[in-house]
C-alpha cells in the first residue's frame, strides 16, 4: 500500500527521522494558511500524488511570499500532473503539501527495500540524489553504495558509517547522517514496509541531514498489525480496477497490452504473460483468481477485464490442482453466458480432470478456442486479436 509523502513524514517524524516543517492543504486558502502558521520567507508548495517526478512535471514550486504561495497552489490544485510514473493519462492534484523552504549544500538518496537475491534487507545510498535512481543504477551503477541487514542483528552502527563515508560526509553531517540512517531503518522496520525511499535525502549548510521526500509503501501482507495506516489509504489514487478486484479478493494489476489474462496462482500467471510476449502479444493484465476458480471469481475475473477498453482477446490458463479442471470449465460456462463476452476467448486446462473439461467447453456452444499447451494458447490469443 502506497501512501502520500506528507503521510510518509508524519510517520517518519515519529522515529526521529528529521522533516522539513510542512502542513497538508485541501485549497488554496488552506495552502496560504499553513505557510502563515510554518513561518518564514520561502515555500516549497508541492502536488501530493503517487508517484515520482513530480518537479519535472511542474508539481513543485517555489514560492518567496504569500501572494506566490496563492498562485503556486492555485496552479498545482487541481492540475493534470503528468509524470513518468503516472503514465501519459496522468493524475489530478487533490492536495498539496507547503513546506518551509532548506538551505540546501547537497542533495543525495537514500533507499532501503528487500533484497530478494539475498533475502536480507538493503540500505542503498547514492550522492546522486534529486534523480531517478533507475537511471542511476542504469548509467552508473558504481555510485549507488549498499549494505545489507542480517536479520538476526540488524542494522548496525558500522555500516550507517559505512554509508556516510561512502557520500563523503563529514563533521556534523556526518553525525547527523549516521543517526539519520539508524533512525530510518528503525522506521522502516516497525512499519513492517516494504520501502522507504528519500530523494533526495539534503545536506544543509549548517551539516543538518534531512529528508526533503519520503516515499513509504507498506506490505500488504503486514498491514493486519498496523490497522492505524489502512485508514491512510487514498483509493483515488488507485488503478479504479485494481480496487473492484481487491473488494473481489481478487489479485489483479493493470498493464499496457490487450491480451486479457486470468490464471490461477501467481507464478503461472507470471509465466503466462511471459508467452504471451514471446508470442508476439502483450498482456493486458495480471489476475489471479486464486486456487478456487469458481463461477462467481470468473465471472469477476471477466468483468474486471473486459472493462479495460483495450482488451481485445481473453486468455484462461487454469492449472486444476486445488480445484478440478471440470469445476473450471463449467464456471467459464457460465460466468461467460452472464456476462456475454465479445472478444476471442482461449481456454488451456491442465490437471485433474482435464480431459472432461475440454468436453465441456466444446459442448458449451460458445466460441471458446480450446488449446492443449500454454505455448498453444499464447499463439492462438495473438492470432486471434490479428484477425
Same mark, same amino acid.
Given at each position: 500500500?502506497? *501512501? @502520500?509523502?506528507?503521510?510518509?513524514?508524519?510517520?517518519?517524524?515519529?522515529?526521529?527521522?528529521?522533516?522539513?516543517?510542512?502542513?497538508?492543504?485541501?485549497?488554496?486558502?488552506?495552502?496560504?494558511?499553513?505557510?502563515?502558521?510554518?513561518?518564514?520567507?520561502?515555500?516549497?508548495?508541492?502536488?501530493?500524488? @503517487?508517484?515520482?517526478?513530480?518537479?519535472?512535471?511542474?508539481?513543485?514550486?517555489?514560492?518567496?511570499?504569500?501572494?506566490?504561495?496563492?498562485?503556486?497552489?492555485?496552479?498545482?490544485?487541481?492540475?493534470?500532473?503528468?509524470?513518468?510514473?503516472?503514465?501519459?493519462?496522468?493524475?489530478?492534484?487533490?492536495?498539496?503539501?507547503?513546506?518551509?523552504?532548506?538551505?540546501?549544500?547537497?542533495?543525495?538518496?537514500?533507499?532501503?527495500?528487500?533484497? /530478494? !537475491? /539475498?533475502?536480507? +534487507?538493503?540500505?542503498?545510498?547514492?550522492?546522486?540524489?534529486?534523480?531517478?535512481?533507475?537511471?542511476?543504477?542504469?548509467?552508473?551503477?558504481?555510485? *549507488?553504495?549498499?549494505?545489507?541487514?542480517?536479520?538476526?542483528?540488524?542494522? !548496525?552502527?558500522?555500516?550507517?558509517?559505512?554509508?556516510?563515508?561512502?557520500?563523503?560526509?563529514?563533521?556534523?553531517?556526518?553525525?547527523?547522517?549516521?543517526?539519520?540512517?539508524?533512525?530510518?531503518?528503525?522506521?522502516?522496520?516497525?512499519?513492517?514496509?516494504?520501502?522507504?525511499?528519500? +530523494?533526495?535525502?539534503?545536506?544543509?549548510?549548517?551539516? @543538518?541531514?534531512?529528508?526533503?521526500?519520503?516515499?513509504?509503501?507498506?506490505?500488504?501482507?503486514?498491514?493486519?498489525? @498496523?490497522?492505524?495506516?489502512?485508514?491512510?489509504?487514498?483509493?483515488?489514487?488507485?488503478?479504479?480496477?485494481?480496487?473492484?478486484?481487491?473488494?473481489?479478493?481478487?489479485?489483479?494489476?493493470?498493464?499496457?497490452? +490487450?491480451?486479457?489474462?486470468?490464471?490461477?496462482?501467481?507464478?503461472?500467471?507470471? %509465466?503466462?504473460?511471459?508467452?504471451?510476449?514471446?508470442?508476439?502479444?502483450?498482456?493486458?493484465?495480471?489476475?489471479?483468481?486464486?486456487?478456487?476458480?469458481?463461477?462467481?471469481?470468473?465471472?469477476?475475473?471477466?468483468?474486471?477485464?473486459?472493462?479495460?477498453? +483495450?482488451?481485445? %482477446?481473453?486468455?484462461?490458463?487454469?492449472?486444476?490442482?486445488?480445484?478440478?479442471?471440470?469445476?473450471?470449465?463449467?464456471?467459464?460456462?457460465?460466468?461467460?453466458?452472464?456476462?456475454?463476452?465479445?472478444?476471442?476467448?482461449?481456454?488451456?486446462?491442465?490437471?485433474?480432470?482435464?480431459?472432461?473439461?475440454?468436453?465441456?467447453?466444446?459442448?458449451?456452444?460458445?466460441?471458446?478456442?480450446?488449446?492443449?499447451?500454454?505455448?498453444?494458447?499464447?499463439?492462438?490469443?495473438?492470432?486471434?486479436? %490479428?484477425?
Amino acid at each position: 500500500m502506497k *501512501i @502520500h509523502e506528507y503521510q510518509g513524514k508524519e510517520i517518519l517524524k515519529k522515529f526521529g527521522v528529521p522533516v522539513p516543517k510542512g502542513e497538508v492543504a485541501f485549497t488554496i486558502d488552506e495552502a496560504v494558511k499553513a505557510a502563515e502558521k510554518i513561518g518564514g520567507s520561502v515555500w516549497v508548495v508541492k502536488a501530493q500524488i @503517487h508517484a515520482g517526478g513530480r518537479g519535472k512535471g511542474g508539481g513543485v514550486k517555489l514560492a518567496r511570499s504569500l501572494k506566490e504561495v496563492r498562485e503556486r497552489a492555485g496552479e498545482i490544485l487541481g492540475m493534470r500532473l503528468i509524470t513518468h510514473q503516472t503514465g501519459p493519462e496522468g493524475r489530478i492534484v487533490c492536495r498539496l503539501l507547503v513546506e518551509q523552504g532548506m538551505n540546501i549544500a547537497k542533495e543525495m538518496y537514500v533507499g532501503i527495500t528487500l533484497d /530478494r !537475491q /539475498r533475502s536480507q +534487507n538493503v540500505v542503498m545510498v547514492s550522492t546522486e540524489g534529486g534523480v531517478e535512481i533507475e537511471k542511476v543504477a542504469a548509467e552508473t551503477p558504481e555510485k *549507488i553504495l549498499k549494505e545489507a541487514v542480517d536479520p538476526v542483528i540488524g542494522f !548496525q552502527q558500522f555500516q550507517a558509517r559505512t554509508l556516510c563515508f561512502g557520500l563523503g560526509l563529514t563533521g556534523d553531517a556526518l553525525k547527523n547522517g549516521v543517526k539519520f540512517f539508524l533512525a530510518l531503518y528503525k522506521a522502516y522496520e516497525a512499519t513492517d514496509a516494504s520501502l522507504a525511499e528519500i +530523494n533526495p535525502l539534503v545536506i544543509t549548510q549548517e551539516g @543538518h541531514v534531512i529528508a526533503l521526500d519520503a516515499k513509504i509503501n507498506f506490505d500488504d501482507n503486514a498491514l493486519f498489525r @498496523h490497522p492505524e495506516y489502512e485508514q491512510l489509504r487514498d483509493i483515488d489514487e488507485e488503478e479504479p480496477l485494481e480496487v473492484e478486484a481487491a473488494a473481489s479478493n481478487l489479485n489483479y494489476i493493470k498493464l499496457d497490452g +490487450n491480451v486479457g489474462c486470468m490464471v490461477n496462482g501467481a507464478g503461472l500467471a507470471m %509465466a503466462t504473460m511471459d508467452i504471451i510476449k514471446l508470442a508476439g502479444g502483450m498482456p493486458a493484465n495480471f489476475l489471479d483468481v486464486g486456487g478456487g476458480a469458481s463461477a462467481e471469481t470468473v465471472e469477476a475475473g471477466f468483468n474486471i477485464i473486459l472493462k479495460d477498453k +483495450n482488451v481485445k %482477446a481473453i486468455l484462461i490458463n487454469i492449472f486444476g490442482g486445488i480445484v478440478r479442471c471440470d469445476r473450471v470449465a463449467t464456471g467459464v460456462v457460465e460466468a461467460a453466458k452472464n456476462v456475454n463476452v465479445q472478444v476471442p476467448i482461449v481456454i488451456r486446462l491442465a490437471g485433474t480432470n482435464a480431459e472432461l473439461a475440454t468436453e465441456i467447453l466444446k459442448n458449451s456452444g460458445l466460441k471458446f478456442l480450446v488449446a492443449g499447451t500454454l505455448k498453444e494458447a499464447a499463439e492462438k490469443v495473438t492470432s486471434a486479436i %490479428a484477425a
